[in-house]
């Protein structure tokens, strides 16, 4: 059985940091690419970030881009989402989520991911 655990969600002041964690089992978790997503409240799960390898480049949502770090570690079966300079418009649900396909995924569509976690919130205040 496949589990995604999502943590490290939590408050924050607005410019502050957090790092998300998620932990895979029951998987080969080397053989998936790892994303994060969010979901607000009344909007759509959007993407956020994904990770192939950690030796390849990382993609991201423009909105984060240059504020949030995707990373993995193999040996740990996690995935972490280290975020900074939080705003109030990242406040969202986030979900870690596996996909089996690396390469030619539409990477950025939530139909592309095989495994999802329960999600973890991150509350910004401004």
């Known amino acids: 059985q496949v589990q995604l655990v999502e943590s490290g969600g939590g408050l924050v002041q607005a410019g502050g940091s957090l790092r998300l964690s998620c932990a895979a089992s029951?998987?080969?978790?080397?053989?998936?690419?790892m994303g994060w997503f969010r979901q607000a409240p009344g909007s759509e799960r959007e993407f956020v970030a994904r990770i192939i390898w950690s030796t390849t480049t990382p993609y991201y949502a423009d909105s984060v881009k240059g504020r949030f770090t995707i990373s993995r570690d193999n040996a740990k079966n996690t995935v972490y989402l280290q975020m900074t300079s939080l705003k109030p418009e990242d406040e969202a649900v986030y979900y870690c989520?596996?996909?089996?396909?690396?390469?030619?995924?539409?990477?950025?569509?939530?139909?592309?991911?095989?495994?999802w976690g329960q999600g973890t919130q991150v509350t910004v205040s401004s």
């Open positions: 989520a596996a996909d089996r396909t690396l390469i030619g995924s539409n990477y950025r569509s939530v139909r592309s991911y095989d495994y």
């Open positions: 029951g998987l080969t978790f080397s053989s998936y690419a």
